[in-house]
Each structure stands twice: as C-alpha cells, then as structure tokens.
C-alpha cells in the first residue's frame, strides 16, 4: 500500500515538474544573456548553499577551501572548488548524499559503464519528467510534439515474436535493434510506412544499420520529417549517409547519465546550443584553463543545478568537445560547441542471425554490475560472446544469474552471453580500455563503414 502511495506521489510530482520546466523553456530560450547568465547563477547559488548545508563531502569541503556560496557572484567562482572525478564519486557515494531528502524520493541508476565499471548515483524519482520537458523541447526544433508518433529503435526489450510494439505511454513504436534481420527489417519498414510514422528516434549506429539492410535487399526507406540521434558519437560522414538515404534531417544532441551537461542541434544548425537552464558547463584544456575561443578543445565539466540528492559539482564527464561560434541565427543565447566526443564508441557484437548489436544498446543503467569491479565483452564467434568479469569480494552466485538474466532479457536468442572470471583487464597498447574485443574479422566498425 505504502509502495502503491510513493508511486502515485512521484507520478503527481513528477507531471507538475514536467510542466513546469516546458514552461520556463518556452520563455528562458528566448531570454538576453543577461537574464540567463542571472538565472544560472542563482540556481548555482542555491544547488551551492544546499551542497554547503546539507550534503557531507561539500561541508567539509567548503570548511576546508573557506567556500561561501552566499558570495557567488560570478560562474568563473566556481574554479575555487575542486573538480569531481568518477574514482571520488565512486569511494565517497554516501558522503555525496544529501541528509535532507527522504529516501522514499531517491532513485538509484547507473551510468553506461564505458570503461566497463559503472558508477552507482542517485536522484529524484521524479527527475526523468525534467529530463524528459527538456528533451522534447530539444526535438521540437525540427517539428516534435509529444503527440506524433516515434518510432524507436534503441535497445528496448520487445517481448513480441515481431520484435516490435506499441508504447502508450511513449506514444511510440518500439522495435528491437537485437534482432535486425532481412525479415524483421522489411517488418519494421512495413510498420513504419502504414503509421506513417514521422520521427525516428535511435543511435547513429542503429540508424546505418538499418539503412544498410534495407539498401542491400532492395526496400525503399520510410519517409521521416527528421531521424533524431543520441547516446553515441556523430562522426563524419555518418549525418550525410543518414540524409542522403532517408531524405531527412538527421538532428543530434549530447547528454549524460550523470545529468550535468545538456545540449542539442538547433533548426537551422549542426551546433550544439548547450543549455545553462540544465547545468553549468565548462570546456576546460590543458591545465584546466578554459576554452573561451572557437575552436578550441576541452574537457566537459558539469554542474548540476537540479539534482539535490547527489549533486555533483565540477564533475569531470570524461567527454570532449570543440568550442563553437559566439552566435547563431536561431536567436538563443546559448553556448555553441561545434563537436562533442562522448566516450560510446560504435562497436558492435555479431548475433547468430548475423545482426549487428552495439555497446549502446548494451547499455545497462541498473544494479546488475555494483558487485563487479570492470567487464568487457569478448566475441571470436558468430552468435557467442564472452562476457569478461572482474568481480569484487561480494560478488556472489546471485550476481551471475542476474547479469545473465538481464542480458538473456535484453537480447533472447540472439547471442549466448557466456561469463568468464578474470583478476584485470588490460587496456590497450595506447592506455585506452576497449568495452568489446572483437576478434571477427567480418565485423566491421560501424564508425568508419559507411551506406555503399
């Protein structure tokens, strides 16, 4: 009874949030630089002032560095306070917790795991509705509304025989990019023309894919208004491919598990517009001096302005980007950044129908790995991968049937997912850590094969 009341009270909660923040973004993206630049420091004067009072690790912290955040008055302030990294959101969690807010209002997550160790966070249990107010409003620059139709192919899990089916409460059709058949492609585009169906929303990979197997077996592609493209990196000549073939815009925008930084293409441009009513982001190079100038390189670093549970401030995303134009004519006010380099590399496992299955749609944000250390899949075989584990003293029985179990769910007979216990896992020659290892040679990386 009581779960039934917590679920219906972030329901109630999270509709008014929803709400509420599509109406601030309806009014700030159109707001002078001045009124932004006020709000996003009096957000950050309040997430501060919070993380001072209520949350552990910023207490002693900001004793320690003499930190007022009364006297914030300008976002360059904020370089007084020491950078986040994952090791210390990792070793200090519950120090990262605020006593404030009752656990009844908690939800825990995990991001992706692309160097393979998941880091565990925590947020509202109503947060998803501001996330989700922000990105329609990113899609409605090329003509969504929360009630046309999508259809989405990233990495669900679809029960039905068809491998597809219809969400309600997504107002979308959803197929299942584990099982990208000749057949089941054909089913798809079947579907996909007979709703009419005017957006497709899934990963640069997936989208290549899908263009690939319609091409090769002779299918006329659907007709979409705009492809709208996350959770992996854009490269080169990929968004002309997807154009060129579909006959639409392809629209992309950057975002994170951590939920600091936010930023989508516009309607009239491929420039990042990073939102300050999101989080405060900064581009930092060598030395952690800022990038002020186009074109000049850094790394991302956020902070939150919403998230009071386990606010992460000056968090290192471990992701890049290139710094943009001081403008651009849609009229916001926003920063620009030209490119952003995110850490999902378009790697791919082979199943047995010879389908192509990414580390995205691999992606696991529950607690399935907080009893591992790191994983890393292993392929040598069309249809069997091995899933490589180094495990931590608590790791038991029950982890193994529940890893085994949420990708058995995930990609039904697919694959065989086989695990294998190992003490490390090494990176490569040049330092860097590699999610899958694929020793089939006819498994091409999808980043550089390109439509024929």
């Not at 501060?48 to 552990?56: A, E, K, Q």
């Amino acid at each position: 009874m009581y779960s039934t009341y917590v679920r219906v009270a972030a329901q109630t909660h999270g509709l008014k949030l929803y709400w509420q923040t599509l109406s601030l973004l309806r009014k700030s993206q159109r707001w002078s630089q001045d009124r932004l630049a006020n709000y996003q420091i009096a957000q950050l004067r309040n997430m501060l002032h919070h993380c001072g009072t209520n949350v552990p690790y910023y207490r002693k912290l900001f004793r320690e560095i003499a930190f007022d955040p009364a006297q914030l008055r300008h976002t360059s302030d904020l370089a007084a306070i020491p950078m986040l990294d994952k090791e210390i959101v990792r070793s200090q969690s519950k120090e990262l917790l605020a006593e404030n807010i009752p656990r009844s209002k908690w939800n825990y997550y995990t991001t992706g795991g692309t160097m393979g160790n998941p880091v565990g966070l925590y947020g509202l249990r109503a947060a998803g509705w501001r996330e989700r107010a922000f990105i329609e409003t990113t899609w409605n620059r090329v003509g969504f509304r929360p009630t046309r139709l999508r259809a989405v192919l990233k990495g669900a899990v679809v029960k039905s025989k068809t491998h597809w089916s219809y969400s309600l409460s997504e107002h979308a059709f959803v197929f299942s990019n584990f099982h990208m058949t000749a057949d089941t492609v054909a089913r798809y585009a079947t579907v996909m023309k007979k709703w009419n169906i005017p957006f497709l929303h899934t990963y640069p990979s997936a989208a290549l894919d899908f263009a690939r197997i319609l091409k090769e077996n002779g299918i006329p592609p659907p007709c979409f208004q705009a492809i709208l493209l996350g959770s992996e990196n854009l490269y080169p000549g990929q968004r002309e491919q997807i154009e060129s073939f579909f006959g639409c815009r392809a629209f992309s925008w950057y975002g994170h598990s951590e939920n600091t930084v936010l930023a989508g293409e516009c309607e009239v441009s491929t420039h990042y517009h990073v939102y300050p009513e999101y989080g405060f982001v900064e581009v930092l190079k060598e030395a952690d001096r800022p990038a002020t100038r186009e074109g000049e390189e850094g790394e991302l670093v956020g902070t939150t302005l919403y998230n009071p549970v386990m606010p992460l401030v000056r968090y290192r995303t471990g992701d890049w980007a290139i710094m943009g134009p001081k403008s651009c004519p849609c009229g916001r006010q926003y920063g620009l950044l030209k490119e952003t380099r995110g850490r999902w590399l378009q790697e791919m496992l082979v199943g047995k129908f010879h389908n192509r299955i990414s580390i995205t749609a691999l992606n696991m944000h529950n607690a399935i790995f907080d009893n591992v250390r790191q994983f890393q899949f292993y392929q040598n075989e069309i249809g069997k991968a091995e899933l490589r584990l180094v495990p931590k003293h608590s790791y038991t029985q029950r982890d193994s049937e529940a890893i085994l179990r949420a990708f058995r769910e995930k990609m039904s007979d697919s694959i065989d997912v086989q695990l294998k216990f190992v003490e490390h896992l090494p990176p490569t020659e040049r330092g860097k850590f590699r999610f899958i290892i694929q020793d089939l040679p006819q498994a091409n990386n999808v980043a550089g094969e390109l439509i024929a």
